[in-house]
């Protein structure tokens, strides 16, 4: 009689764990599938919203230089007979990376950082009696103020330029720095992040 109740009582123990487990399972597959809806709208938000950022960079950098530019934004720039020493007190000073050197109204070359080491102390002169015109770098690469930002994020890129100055009609309209044209594309993207995760918080 006992080993009779033994082995009913173990049957049936193991039936209902037979039925008990993939029941469970059902129920895990029922709570994702009344989930799904929410995970499928989270997901489509942050596509969309990654979508719009990258439409939006696409325009940035579609807009021409023009829309960088800032009224009555001041150029930095000397005469051809400027000393370097005074060249790099000015620079220091404005805390800037290059000057144009402009003879009258002309643009006839720039003098960078890179110049004062390479042309003036690598090449062991005194920069108390050279000229900025003896070391500057001639006839710089310039560009039109239509001309757009990514095409002058290529320039920069693949020449190595720091700065890009903007003529038009032979006039010098402004210096658009390498680091002008990064911060001007990636200025909204925190913005956007956080309303990026906001959303998918939503």
């Known amino acids: 009689m006992r080993k009779l109740l033994y ?38 938000a942050i596509i969309a919203a ?15 230089l023009k829309r960088l530019l800032q009224e009555g934004e001041a150029i930095h720039s000397v005469g051809p007979d400027t000393l370097v020493t005074a060249c790099v007190r000015t620079m ?15 643009l006839i070359g720039i003098f960078t950082e890179r110049d004062a080491l390479n042309k003036v102390l690598a090449a062991g ?4 009696s050279t000229k900025v015109s003896e070391v500057m770098t001639r006839d710089p690469y310039c ?6 930002v990514g095409a002058a994020m ?11 100055p903007i003529v038009e009609n032979g006039k010098l309209l402004a210096v658009i720095s390498s680091g002008d044209l990064t911060h001007w594309l990636v200025k909204d993207k925190i913005g956007e992040v956080r309303e990026l995760v906001d959303l998918a918080a939503r």
């Open 7 to 44: 082995q009913s009582g173990t049957g049936t123990v193991l039936a209902f764990l037979s039925t008990a487990v993939p029941a469970a399972q059902l129920e895990d597959v029922q709570t994702l599938i009344s989930r799904g809806p929410m995970y499928a709208l989270v997901l489509f």
């Open 50 to 64: 990654v979508w719009v950022y990258s439409m939006r960079l696409r325009d940035k950098r579609a807009a021409p």
């Open 92 to 106: 220091t000073a404005e805390k800037i990376g290059a000057l144009m050197v402009m003879d009258g109204e002309t």
């Open 125 to 128: 002169l005194d920069p108390r």
């Open 143 to 148: 560009v039109p103020p239509t001309t757009s």
């Open 154 to 164: 290529g320039l920069v890129t693949q020449r190595r330029f720091r700065h890009l």
